[in-house]
């Protein structure tokens, strides 16, 4: 199975940037999206041969998530069971016969880190959420979890340092859920792989002089290790300030 992971940075502007166009040529089993910043019925875009999931936020233009897959989940649900992070439209999860699909949109810290506790709060929820659902099956994550989990994964460390995306607190968080049993499936094929990044600032030419972090991952439970088939980072897709990620897994051995 063939999973895309992107933060389109607005579902309209992708649109306009040949979202469509670039979705047909990934062709994609599941595709899902962060920050889609739509409300309900605000648009109808047609998919054919997928199923469609939305998750809006409560606030206008503001977070939500989408899913798009060619097979119908068993069931769908909207959130992790926590309404403070539920309203944002945060998570879908679908769940499949042989394992569970986690779209996730993980939040930021704020410039000044004025939401960080918000942030660890959300983390500490997310992780218990997932841990839950590793229980009954194996768990897929794909999604924008606001982290650069080490010094490797942003092109500025030092300067970095207690920034939102790379502070201490969010870096260690993310080891936690790693350490609950999940493997960063880029990482487990690229180890030391330096220059890999998924996200850019549309300031100082960020992106014309790879000056980015990995900040979007897909991540699995350590039960589907032997199922992996390869992780890549697409840098060649624009349309948004992040580039998509992809997953290949056999699900049926």
Not at 47 to 76: C, L
Not at 199 to 220: H, M, Q, T
Request: net charge negative; charged share 30%.
């Amino acid at each position: 199975m063939k999973f895309i992971s992107w933060n389109v940075n607005g579902f309209r502007a992708a649109l306009r940037h040949g979202f469509l166009r670039t979705f047909k040529e990934l062709d994609p089993d599941i595709l899902a999206i962060q920050d889609i910043r739509l409300s309900p019925d605000e648009i109808e875009v047609e998919t054919p041969g997928y199923y469609q999931y939305w998750n809006y936020s409560e606030e206008k233009s503001y977070d939500g998530t989408a899913i798009f897959t060619k097979e119908k989940p068993q069931t769908v649900a909207y959130g992790i069971g926590v309404p403070e992070f539920d309203q944002q439209g945060r998570t879908i999860t679908l769940e499949f016969e042989d394992y569970y699909f986690v779209n996730t949109y993980v939040p930021f810290s704020g410039e000044q880190l004025q939401r960080l506790a918000f942030r660890q709060a959300w983390d500490r929820a997310f992780k218990e959420y997932v841990e839950r659902l590793k229980e009954n099956k194996p768990v897929v994550i794909g999604g924008d979890m606001s982290v650069a989990h080490e010094a490797i994964d942003l092109a500025e460390p030092s300067e970095n340092h207690h920034h939102a995306g790379f502070t201490e607190q969010e870096r260690d968080d993310f080891t936690e859920l790693l350490d609950a049993g999940f493997i960063d499936t880029y990482r487990y094929y690229y180890p030391n792989k330096t220059g890999m990044y998924t996200y850019w600032s549309y300031r100082g030419d960020a992106r014309p002089k790879n000056e980015g972090w990995r900040l979007d991952y897909f991540l699995v439970s350590d039960d589907l290790q032997n199922n992996l088939e390869s992780a890549n980072i697409l840098t060649d897709i624009m349309g948004s300030d992040h580039c998509p990620v992809s997953l290949k897994i056999d699900l049926k051995k």
